[in-house]
């Protein structure tokens, strides 16, 4: 089984300032990780992924995360942020076996002007 | 290209009662999953169906079904409605070749407030 853990609930952050959420996952297979970002009354989009190779990932939007095995984080960083990016901020990770997601329990970015 | 797409927007039902919520997947995409959303818990697995049979489900009690008909639309029935099944159920879609590591494409949901 996995689980995931999101180390802040709430970040807020003034606008054109640098964001970073923190992810942590456990699990005893290898995993895929996810970053998901959920926009007021919509479904999620997902931001970026890991499957395998270069631990820095680049997603849509400016954001980008990084995979530290050794530490099991899966950390979300934007070096400036809009105040479209105020939104609630998923990590997820996926087992290979049924690929189904398990969520930790969401970040709240509020970015203010 | 259409994107997942679910039905109704919003329920609302008295306790008892039953509901019934529908996601149709993104064209070519055959597995679906539903997951809930409910305050103050998180986003949990639901159910998984893929090529029409139900292939793994989360930790929820039996009164939670569904389907997944022969075009890979799916249906979530929820019987005995409790209080606390008030949530956002959110559907999920992927294609199953080449599912590892694949983006599950998310419906916008379907409220349900349980009265």
Do not use: M
Not at chain 2, 81 to 97: H, T
Request: overall charge negative.
């Amino acid at each position: 089984a996995q689980s995931v853990t999101q180390l802040d609930s709430q970040v807020p952050v003034f606008e054109e300032a640098p964001v970073e959420l923190r992810c942590n996952y456990s699990s005893s297979v290898s995993v895929y990780l996810f970053w998901y970002v959920q926009y007021p009354n919509q479904g999620l989009q997902l931001l970026l992924k890991y499957l395998s190779g270069s631990t820095l990932v680049k997603g849509i939007n400016g954001f980008e995360a990084e995979f530290n095995k050794s530490q099991t984080s899966f950390h979300l960083r934007k070096p400036s942020v809009h105040i479209s990016d105020t939104a609630e901020y998923f990590c997820a990770v996926s087992d290979l076996a049924d690929y189904k997601l398990s969520f930790g329990a969401g970040t709240t970015v509020t970015v203010r002007a | 290209e259409a994107g997942v797409t679910q039905s109704p927007t919003h329920l609302i039902k008295t306790r008892g009662q039953q509901a019934t919520l529908r996601c149709s997947p993104i064209s070519g995409h055959t597995s679906v999953y539903w997951y809930q959303q409910a305050l103050g818990l998180g986003l949990q697995f639901l159910l998984w169906y893929d090529e029409g049979e139900e292939r793994n489900r989360g930790n929820f009690p039996p009164r939670f079904s569904g389907r997944q008909f022969p075009n890979y639309s799916s249906e979530l029935n929820v019987n005995a409605l409790e209080l606390e099944d008030s949530a956002l159920y959110l559907c999920a879609s992927i294609p199953s070749s080449g599912r590892a590591g694949n983006e599950q494409f998310f419906g916008p949901g379907t409220r349900l407030t349980v009265l």
